[in-house]
């Protein structure tokens, strides 16, 4: 460890140590979050130990526990449940571990929340469905309860049910595993064959978006469905642009910016600098017809075009290196 110089303690020295503990690692966005964060940890000479996700709550309590024992200065925490973390996250404070929080709920003054908009994206998805549909036609609905992006997503949706009542959920359904996209699929395929009438499918997350997109082939429904998602990917930027495909918007982050933002965060609360308590990355609406009319084909060419893609003016500071992409 070399250390920045210029920058404040214990930055001027190198090699802290910073945990990144997730609820979830599998999947484009988290691999991509993960990434970020270690391209941000390895610009600012941080000691950046990863504990895998694997939807398990009490493992991440324990993993909670092991980065306290290890000495860490600051603990990361991407997604989970905030029932079974508040007292492990107290712990850490205690210890005067500097903790942040991305799309998880500690309620917990000391603790900076990262997330992406999570209303403003709804609501963008959501402008692009009755632009594309009107507002008078049946609708699927992929959700499932307890995750924070999801809920407040889900915020939007109900209010935008609530003020349109032409438009009408006929299914809702949603799983979130390590296999969350083929088992969202099974469950989109028994829904549309239940509800054939269905034309919209609002899925906020990609791996629900591929679940419901493999579904709607599956069933040679294709031409008839309109698939509105969050998230993006190399992968989902392929599947949007392809020949007939029903998944035809999307509202994302880039996320790994957003898993740099996060780092960026822990650093300058280990700093002893200011950190706002809630840190908000900003979502962009990428349709199918943008992506294609701009020859978008992976996530670079996004960060090429869209400057929200590269980098983020949240938790920044003269002495935090930005270049990471
Ligand atoms: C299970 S929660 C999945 C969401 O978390 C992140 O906020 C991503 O945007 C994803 O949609």
Redesign the pocket.
Known sequence: ADGLSGAPAPFDKGGVKVALISY?SAGD?FQAYQAGAEAQAKALDIDLRVFPGRQDAAEQREQILQAINLGVSGIVID?GLPESLGDVVQQALEKDIKVVAF?VNLNNPKVPQVE?S?HELASLALEQVVKDNGKDFKAGYVY?AG?A??DRRNEVWEKFKSENSGIVEKARFGN?SDTTATSTADQAKAALTANPDISVVFA???EFARGVKLAANDLGFGKKLKIYS??VSTADIQEITEEGSPWVATVATN?AVVGAVSIRAAALEIAGQTVPRQITVKPTLLTQESLRAAGVKTIEDLAQKIPAFSKSDAATASWIPDKLF
Do not use: N, R, W
């Open positions: 979830i966005f997604h799309d992406q999570d499932v995750f992006p999801l979130v906020p997350y990609d969050a998230d996320p």
